[in-house]
């Protein structure tokens, strides 16, 4: 056998062992899996972070204390959170309002109005990507909906890049608003940073 045979098989059989074979694991094979960032882009871990901060503000507002405390707790709508990121993320945001619904139900006093209910007012969130998007047709579709406040917000992300480096930073930003008046009750933004460092 020539030397360079003997050299390129051990090198391959070297390779093989460092790298092994890949596999296919699940979160009891791997609790931490989770945890890992796979990629810069938005996922349910990030979404969990922006969220838990985001929602410990608001049970601990003084908005939220006032509905426990009022006589006749109001009706609460959900509002479709606008996408603002470069990113295709209805999942997540799927889930966010299902994670603020679940909550307001289970943890406050307020009556809420399911977000599944709302074919009008999704159709109007989606008109919000246009110019021609008018703030004040989501107060009269709370109003049409019976709600005396909604909440509402955006996810939005800024991206820089030097060289091979990056970062993306999210921002979850969340506002508590009275449909009759306008008035901003509550008002929070969370933020979370990924990064690709070599």
């Known amino acids: 056998m020539s030397l360079v045979f003997i050299l390129t098989a051990t090198l391959l059989l070297i390779g093989a062992a460092c790298?092994?074979?890949?596999?296919?694991?699940?979160?009891?094979?791997e609790p931490r899996l989770d945890d890992y960032t796979m990629s810069l882009r938005f996922d349910r871990r990030d979404l969990e972070i922006?969220?838990?901060?985001?929602?410990h503000e608001l049970l601990n507002s003084r908005i939220v204390r006032d509905w426990d405390q009022a006589s006749s707790p109001p009706n609460v709508a959900i509002f479709p959170m606008r996408n603002e990121?470069?990113?295709?993320?209805d999942g997540q945001m799927d889930t966010l309002l299902s994670?603020?619904?679940?909550?307001?139900?289970?943890?406050?006093?307020?009556?809420?109005?399911s977000h599944?209910?709302?074919?009008?007012?999704?159709?109007?969130?989606?008109?919000?990507?246009?110019?021609?998007?008018?703030?004040s047709q989501i107060t009269q579709y709370g109003r049409q909906m019976g709600a005396q406040y909604f909440i509402t917000g955006r996810i939005y992300d800024v991206s820089e890049r030097?060289?091979?480096?990056?970062?993306?930073?999210?921002?979850?930003?969340?506002?508590?608003?009275?449909?009759?008046?306008?008035?901003?009750?509550?008002?929070?933004?969370?933020?979370?940073?990924?990064?690709?460092?070599?």
Request: charge should be negative; hydrophobic fraction near 35%; proline fraction near 2%.
């Open 50 to 55: 922006l969220y838990d901060e985001v929602i």
């Open 85 to 89: 990121t470069s990113e295709h993320i």
């Open 116 to 135: 599944r209910d709302q074919e009008d007012l999704i159709a109007e969130v989606v008109a919000q990507q246009s110019d021609a998007y008018d703030p």
């Open 19 to 29: 790298s092994g074979d890949p596999k296919y694991v699940r979160q009891e094979d």
């Open 162 to 198: 030097v060289e091979d480096q990056r970062r993306v930073q999210y921002f979850l930003f969340v506002q508590v608003i009275n449909v009759e008046t306008g008035q901003i009750h509550f008002q929070h933004e969370a933020a979370r940073t990924k990064g690709l460092i070599r």
């Open 99 to 113: 994670k603020f619904e679940t909550d307001l139900v289970n943890r406050t006093s307020v009556s809420v109005i």
